[in-house]
């Protein structure tokens, strides 16, 4: 028997390689599931990634600690809405743009992997629209002396106030981390690895101030809620349209170009049918 030691010695994930096997194999059946399974499952997303937004106002509210370190806590409180969807199983916009490495290896039609993306993205908006409407109807922007509700507030209204340039470009900055979350997280065997795997560049993302669509989408109609109960009107329709637009247009090319492609092209070129 050779001395040599296997070269995946000590290595408990899957290799990089394996990797974008598993991601495409599973971008093949996401494309090709029934139309309501798919929306349902994207109504729980928009539901999960907004329970984690809600989670990271809460967390960011009143803290002493400074800039940093308050950021960082608020980008590990969101990535609840990721783990949840991970683990609990649904169907996330931003993480399904993965999926053109399928189309990338013509085992779906674009027509499919469009299909897809517009089914998730419809029930993202429902899912995250009902937890911004539950909570503010729970009046949960009371806590703190309304202070979570300013806070609320001032995040909407800053998204709502970017420019069309700066949400696109932080929109592909956040999906090229939230792509990779689902690609690390594909590399774990267990929950705990998977787990593991998706907070820290869940909570570089939001630390950083990146721009992610779905969560927009909570972010949004909340401080628009909200402005009612202050007589402000700093949210317009135009501004929440600018940045969901902005927002989703370089989520689709930070996940699907610059993690879905680039990764196709090292480990799967070649491979088409």
């Known amino acids: ?53 809600i989670f990271s106002l809460v967390v960011g509210t009143g803290s002493e600690l400074g800039y940093g370190p308050t950021r960082l806590l608020a980008g590990v409180a969101f990535s609840l809405g990721l783990i949840l969807v991970v683990i609990a199983g649904a ?35 429902v899912g995250a629209a009902s937890i911004a409407v539950m909570v503010w109807a729970a009046d949960w922007w009371k806590a703190a002396d309304n202070a979570v509700g300013v806070n609320a507030l001032a995040t909407a209204t800053a998204k709502a106030n970017l420019s069309f340039g700066t949400a696109f470009v932080r ?6 981390l939230v792509c990779l979350a689902v690609w690390l997280a594909t590399a774990g065997h267990s929950l705990i690895d998977k787990v593991v795997a998706i907070v820290p560049p869940i909570a570089a993302f939001v630390a950083s101030g990146f721009e992610h669509s779905i969560a927009n989408l909570t972010f949004l109609q909340l401080g628009w809620l909200l402005q009612r ?25 930070g996940g699907a170009v610059l993690v879905g492609l680039v990764y196709w092209f090292v480990y799967l070129r070649g491979s088409e049918p």
Do not use: C
Request: overall charge neutral; cysteine-free; hydrophobic content about 55%.
């Open 229 to 253: 109960e202050a007589g402000d009107d700093a949210i317009t329709a135009s501004g929440m349209a600018t940045n969901l637009t902005a927002s989703t247009l370089g989520n689709i090319v």
């Open 91 to 125: 169907e996330l916009f931003t993480g399904n743009n993965l999926i053109v490495m399928a189309m990338a290896s013509r085992l779906i039609t674009p027509g499919q992997l469009l299909r897809n993306w517009a089914l998730v993205y419809a029930g993202n908006a």
């Open 1 to 53: 028997m050779s001395a040599d030691p296997h070269p995946m010695t000590g290595m408990d994930a899957f290799a990089p390689a394996q990797i974008a096997g598993l991601v495409q194999t599973r971008g093949v059946a996401k494309a090709r599931a029934p139309a309501f399974t798919t929306f349902v499952l994207g109504v729980l997303a928009g539901a999960f990634i907004g329970l984690g937004a």
């Open 171 to 176: 929109g592909i900055l956040a999906n090229v």
